[in-house]
């Protein structure tokens, strides 16, 4: 008997050694709970407070779109846009509009506004072409710039005060093509709504501004030869109330999700 109760006590030792290793097992292959820090430095989480964009009127759309985003990421911006030709919105600025960021869609009038002291450094952000707008299945049979100076044809170009204007004309140049516009626009969806509603045959405007169009346009191409590459510019204000959420805004559309706005939106990336 005492060999049997030895025997028995060696048993249950065994067993509640292996009882403990188990649980020793367990516990080491169980992976710690890891709480994740906070994000504090991401753009979107400075995005707060009222802010007022000033904007090209050819950023109308990406611009929106980046709105509707931010809704989500930047829940608490208040953000106001004010799309129009850019030479008008930098006579608003300079003029003490209270507008806390600029975006230009070409670098000589952000300059004025640089070369005034209004705005801080200027960050280019996107870059567009050049295309011809005309009717759905282009009636008029329009291949590029030399047909835009037959006369039978009802053209309006954008003014050359606004960048669009002066890119059509260095295009027109490249192209040896004089054209007598039935009227100049201030900004180019002003020139679209001009063929989409039927008043005229053809206008200048961008490759992006004629993607928005959808089916009320169609679009013919400007070689590259002749076309003009727009560089836009944006700044923060230096008047700005908000400073903190313009700068957030900057960086969003140079390095955050406002580059994929743009790319979906037909523009070209900064570089």
Known sequence: MGRISKLFELTATVFAFALVL????KSSTKSPTKT?????????????GSLTVFAAASLTEAF???KTALTTSAPQLSLTYSFAGTSALVTQIQQGAPADVFAS???KNMQKLVDAGVVEAPRTFARNKLEIAVAPGNPKHITGPADLAEADLRVVLVDPSVPAGTYSQQALTSA???VKPKSQELDVKSALAKVTSGEADATIVYVTDVKAAGDKAAGVEVPDNQNVIAVYPIAVVKASTHHGAAV????????????QALRTRG???PA
Do not use: R
């Open 22 to 25: 188990g649980a020793c097992g």
């Open 36 to 48: 994740a820090a906070p994000s504090t430095g991401s753009a979107s989480s400075k995005l707060t």
């Open 64 to 66: 929106s779109d980046e």
């Open 105 to 107: 869609a070409d670098q």
């Open 176 to 178: 040896g093509v004089t």
């Open 248 to 259: 957030a805004f900057v960086d969003e559309i140079v390095t955050g999700g406002g580059q």
């Open 267 to 269: 523009f070209l990336p």
